[in-house]
């Protein structure tokens, strides 16, 4: 009795301990995808001042098809790492093999294709920007993959550094030739230093020796298969709304969409997408036991939309803020496309954040046929905006309430019909009521029109803030304090302080 009384202390000790570094781990990954982010929109606010809305309506255009490539490249590489706890040294061979040859094709299309895609979007300057940038497609492929091994055994603070630097030399590189030069090649030249110190970091970080081999190849076929389909519907998810707003518009109006969609990366997708890279490894860990699995995702799913909520009804509170202090007034016209961008992401963001589940069950052909429908009701809500509305503002509200709807049927299927048993509603109620009352409360504040933009944002930060946990925290207690997201926040600040 006493030696499995030891057993259930130590277990529990165990489950703390992966339950703290978890925490810690999703700290670590915000500070680090927002440092990088905000890195990287320092440069974008200094060269926006330097550069025009056109200029970099050209680069976001290239960067449509540029992503789209860098898609085809996605063999999973990464999850196999952090799915697998003993590796063969083969298999990361191989993986890196496939990896470098998809890589090389691609980039020979995105050459050869350069004209095609130019006339697609209208913008004859692209073709020489693609014909350069296509080398970033073989560079990422020559970084260490070994890399990855930092996810996996929760070493966050390594890969806080690693992306970090990257980011800078990339960043560095920009600001100088944009300042020198005042062109939109200042922003080709930044991605190419920053990719091609990606590779000397990456092997300084964690020297890995590659080996041309397939020896492992029908071991990770299928796996890369579906994650090459799961990545090619995410990509479509992501960015079919700029190829039709590219289609819809000058280079200068998609200049503003496109920046207004780059905000809601920054401040949206990379407050919340980290907690999904932690959440993954972690759920893998405990995969084998399905009562501690449903634990863990009833927890992290209350948590993420609590944050989720209070992080896009917040952006959408002081999108006018935001962008006159990052962007300046030139960039008006992308005000009116944040709030509703802002849902939208952060509708896709939740809907990735559980797709570890579908790796762990391997079951990503269920993701994919996911994906597939909202790729497809959000191609279909955007085409049809565009085609009668015929306005970039129409393309973002169907964009919104696609992602929405779409991502709101996968979790409720995802929670209710699979083994996890968790209700969809009970965890959103409370944080959408929240967020509802946050929303109207900062448009209620009345503050002078002669105040600074600082002042202004900061008090309208502040209001959002303490009136969304203060209504979070009320509903909660009127529910009955069940256990969800507010318990996981609660027991961490107590654990802390």
């Known amino acids: 009795m006493v030696g499995k009384q ?17 925490v810690e781990g999703t700290a670590i990954l915000i500070g680090t995808r927002f440092l990088v982010r905000m ?39 990464r999850e196999y790492i952090i799915r697998t706890q003993k590796i063969d040294i083969d298999e990361l061979h191989t993986l890196w093999t496939l990896r470098l040859i998809i890589s090389t094709g691609i980039a020979a299309v995105i050459y050869l294709t350069a004209p095609w895609a130019a006339l697609l979007l209208q913008e004859e300057r692209l073709v020489e920007v693609l014909q350069v940038l296509c080398v970033v497609s073989v560079l990422g492929a020559l970084r260490s993959p070994a890399t990855e091994f930092f996810n996996r055994d929760l070493q966050y603070g390594k890969d ?7 980011k800078i030399v990339a960043v560095t590189v920009t600001i100088g030739c944009a300042y020198y030069f ?3 090649w200042a922003l080709v030249w930044g991605q190419l230093a920053g990719a091609s110190f990606a590779i000397i970091s990456s092997q300084v970080a964690r020297s890995f020796r590659p080996k041309l081999t397939f020896a492992k190849a029908a071991n990770v076929r299928s796996f890369a298969f579906w994650t090459f389909v799961v990545g090619l519907n995410s990509y479509g998810i992501r960015h079919v709304d700029e190829w039709i707003a590219k289609r819809s518009s000058d280079s200068a109006g998609f200049g503003a969409y496109h920046i207004s969609r780059d905000l809601c990366r920054l401040f949206v997708a990379e407050l919340i997408a980290p907690a999904g890279q932690v959440f993954f490894p972690g759920a893998a860990k405990v995969q084998a036991d399905p009562v501690k699995l449903s634990e863990v995702v009833s927890r992290f799913a209350g948590a993420a939309f609590i944050a989720s909520f209070a992080v896009a009804a917040g952006i959408s509170s002081v999108s006018e803020e935001l962008v006159y202090l990052l962007l300046g007034y030139q960039w008006e016209q992308a005000i009116q496309y944040m709030p509703y961008v802002a849902f939208a992401t952060a509708a896709v963001v939740l809907g990735d954040l559980f797709s570890g589940l579908y790796v762990i069950a391997d079951r990503q052909q269920v993701s994919a046929r996911f994906r597939t429908g909202r790729l497809g009701l959000i191609l279909i809500g955007s085409g049809v905006a565009a085609y009668f509305f015929k306005d970039l503002l129409a393309i973002a509200m169907a964009l919104a309430a696609m992602s929405v709807l779409s991502v709101a049927i996968e979790l409720a299927w995802l929670f209710a019909k699979s083994r996890f048993n968790v209700s969809l509603l009970g965890i959103v109620w409370r944080p959408a009521i929240a ?34 946990c203060l209504t979070l925290f009320l509903l909660w207690r009127l529910s ?13 600040i107590r654990e802390y302080f």
């Not at 806080?160 to 990257?166: E, F, G, P, Q, R």
């Not at 946050?438 to 009136?467: E, P, Q, R």
């Not at 009955?480 to 961490?492: A, Y």
């Open 39 to 77: 890195i990287g929109f320092i440069s974008v606010s200094i060269t926006a001042r330097l550069l025009t809305p056109e200029d970099f309506g050209l680069v976001g255009a290239a960067s449509l098809v540029l992503v789209l490539f860098e898609v085809l490249n996605q063999i999973g590489l």
């Open 435 to 468: 967020a509802s009352v946050m929303f109207a409360a900062v448009d209620a504040v009345g503050l002078s029109a002669d105040w600074s933009l600082v002042i202004v944002a900061a008090a309208k930060v502040f209001t959002g803030a303490a009136v969304y």
């Open 160 to 166: 806080l550094v690693l992306k970090s630097a990257d």
């Open 182 to 184: 005042r062109t939109y």
């Open 6 to 22: 030891m057993t259930n202390e130590q277990q529990s000790k165990q489950d703390k301990s992966l339950s703290r570094r978890s």
């Open 480 to 492: 009955g304090t069940p256990e969800g997201g507010e318990t996981e926040f609660l027991n961490r």
